[in-house]
């Protein structure tokens, strides 16, 4: 299955973006899809994660600001981006992981926010 993002760009702080995930198969392939984040020199680090069953978590950092959601039809997972910080800067990635174990990643979006 594969993911591909869009929906990264530049903006300043305090705005919005959002991204979105396309999946080529059904959505329900995997047991959860979520996003992730890897800002330069870091280490890739979780951002959000919406379960099969709609069950939803966040990173302490984005809770409040960003919201995940999907498209069952489209196969689309977006994720909603608001009051955006410079530190938010990074690639974003969109993941997939089956019930197996395993994990599908898309080819990452850039975010930059700065004025």
């Known amino acids: 299955v594969q993911l591909v993002e869009s929906g990264g760009g530049l903006v300043q702080p305090g705005g919005s973006l959002t991204l979105s995930c396309v999946v080529s198969?059904?959505?329900?392939?995997?047991?959860?899809l979520g996003w992730y984040r890897q800002a330069p020199g870091k280490q890739r680090e979780f951002v959000a994660t919406?379960?099969?069953?709609?069950?939803?978590d966040y990173a302490g950092s984005v809770k409040g600001r960003f919201t995940i959601s999907r498209d069952n039809d489209k196969n689309i997972v977006y994720l909603q981006m608001n009051s955006l910080k410079p530190e938010d800067t990074a690639v974003y990635y969109c993941?997939?992981?089956?019930?197996?174990?395993?994990?599908?990643w898309g080819q990452g979006t850039q975010v930059i926010v700065s004025s």
């Open positions: 993941n997939g992981k089956y019930a197996f174990g395993d994990d599908d």
């Open positions: 198969g059904s959505i329900f392939s995997f047991a959860s």
């Open positions: 919406m379960s099969r069953t709609r069950d939803l």
